[in-house]
């Protein structure tokens, strides 16, 4: 079958890729503003070095892995020579309305943030160069196959592309709870606990440092998830606007139902708590966002909004130190989204639904095709990240020194700090000082973290 090139398509894919790598950067500024004034670069680059280690594999072979014809047509993992450096795909594929490479720029933005979300869970303390050997192992051992489990499907022939959680479970996931949030959300977990907690944790107070950054990051968060989940669809249609308008509301509402929970737990709403209901509001909608109505969306943001919200102190009772809240708001977001396709999902916006939810007049079927596929991937991601965080910090070393780590990342792992908060004139040595040239000390920390006796918050997420 020859199809004509859609000019429409192909430029809301484009654009749609685009808003998904602008993500990245706005990750990093929300992060960045989350840590302490003295780790704010480094949780930035950590971010950033994504954009650089994961385009490149993605090109290489990472695209071929995900998307590539599945080896012994088992649906497990793609052959990785199949569109190895894109070679294959360069020219105009007469049986698609797109360029194939419009979808290897889309899903390119994909890969590059789920490694990104992992890295707030261990902000503060770890080993920029183990951080960045971890991004390479566990993209290629865990996120390219689970974007292959996950977001393949058969070709129209019967031919098996890949995808046998797509395929022979029958679980649905429209942009990524599954192969992304639960993913990186359970990769987070094991390198907190890995690693270890800050020096500090739960006695001294590690609030975020600049509330200007993390607002900014949010929006740009916010802006770039309407490319994620309706630029899934591939093409402006009918779906895509539902995608579109369920993104928009159960952010929002998410963004209510956490504020409310602080209003009603601290006595105040916080710019931090509402940044974040936003976030996990964006996690809840992604694998549902086109299965459910506007109205199950806005209550899927409500109780997203407060379940992250309890759920992000849990860390201060179950002892482990997940820095900026991966795990509450990824990891939990993502499976109440996954399971609410099997709570409210229904044929009525979508074909793919081929039995409604619980709550809409259909059976508990779908609600445990997608209960196993989340928990497939909860186990997979666990399992291989322990392996490769154990060795890694076993060999290498997974965590910066105790003196790094009081002094300031930023010093010890870039030699350039955040800010230059000496004098512009005098003899402090200005921005060598702050690198460490000519100093025998790193510049003092802004006052931001100086007050010992303010109460240590718990509303830290990410």
């Known amino acids: 079958m020859i199809l004509e090139l859609n000019s429409g398509d192909t430029a809301w894919i484009l654009v749609s890729a685009a808003m998904v790598l602008l993500m990245t950067p706005g990750l990093a500024l929300f992060y960045g503003g989350m840590v302490r004034a003295k780790g704010a670069l480094n949780m930035m680059m950590m971010s950033f070095i994504s954009m650089g280690v994961v385009g490149v594999l993605w090109v290489l072979f990472g695209y071929s892995m995900s998307f590539g014809n599945s080896v012994g047509g088992l649906g497990i993992i793609g052959d990785p020579l199949e569109y190895a450096g894109l070679q294959q795909i360069l020219t105009y594929d007469p049986a698609a309305s797109y360029p194939s490479l419009a979808f290897v720029a889309f899903q ?142 159960a952010t929002a509402a998410a963004l209510l139902g956490w504020i409310v929970v602080e209003w009603l737990r601290d006595g105040r709403p916080t710019l931090v708590g509402a940044s974040s209901g936003a976030i996990a509001g964006l996690v809840a909608i992604t694998p549902a966002c086109a299965f459910i109505t506007p109205a199950a969306a806005v209550l899927l943001g409500v109780v997203a909004g407060a379940v992250c919200a309890l759920a992000v102190g849990l860390k201060y009772r179950l002892g482990y130190d997940d820095s900026l809240d991966v795990v509450g708001v990824h990891f939990v977001g993502g499976w109440i989204g996954c399971l609410w396709i099997g709570l409210f999902g229904t044929a009525s916006v979508s074909s793919l639904v081929e039995t409604d939810g619980l709550f ?94 303010a109460p240590v918050s718990e509303k830290v997420a990410g």
Do not use: C
Request: hydrophobic letters at 55%.
């Open 360 to 453: 809409v007049g259909g059976d508990a079927s779908l609600l445990g095709k997608q209960a196993i596929s989340a928990l497939i991937v909860s186990v997979y991601s666990f399992v291989v990240a322990f392996v490769l965080g154990f060795v890694i910090d076993k060999t290498i070393g997974l965590r910066v020194s105790a003196e790094a780590e009081v002094d300031g990342i930023d010093i010890a792992e870039h030699a350039e700090s955040g800010y230059d908060l000496s004098p512009t004139t005098g003899s402090s040595g200005g921005a060598f000082a702050m690198a460490g040239i000519g100093a025998g000390k790193p510049a003092a920390e802004p006052a931001v973290e100086t007050d010992e006796s």
């Open 108 to 249: 390119a933005g994909f890969a590059i943030i789920t490694v990104a979300l992992v890295s707030g869970a261990i902000a503060d303390r770890a080993s920029f160069g183990a951080w960045t050997l971890f991004t390479i192992l566990w993209s290629v051992l865990v996120y390219f196959p689970a974007a292959h489990w996950v977001f393949a499907f058969s070709n129209a022939d019967g031919t098996v592309v890949g995808g046998w959680i797509a395929n022979q479970i029958g679980a649905l996931d429209f942009a990524g709870g599954t192969a992304i949030h639960i993913n990186a959300g359970t990769a987070a977990l094991v390198l907190a606990l890995v690693i270890g907690p800050r020096i500090g944790f739960g006695t001294k107070p590690m609030r975020p440092h600049n509330m200007t950054l993390v607002m900014l990051g949010a929006a740009l968060l916010w802006f770039g998830w309407f490319g994620f989940n309706a630029g899934s669809e591939l093409t402006a249609d009918g779906v895509t606007a539902l995608a579109f308008i369920n993104t928009q509301v």
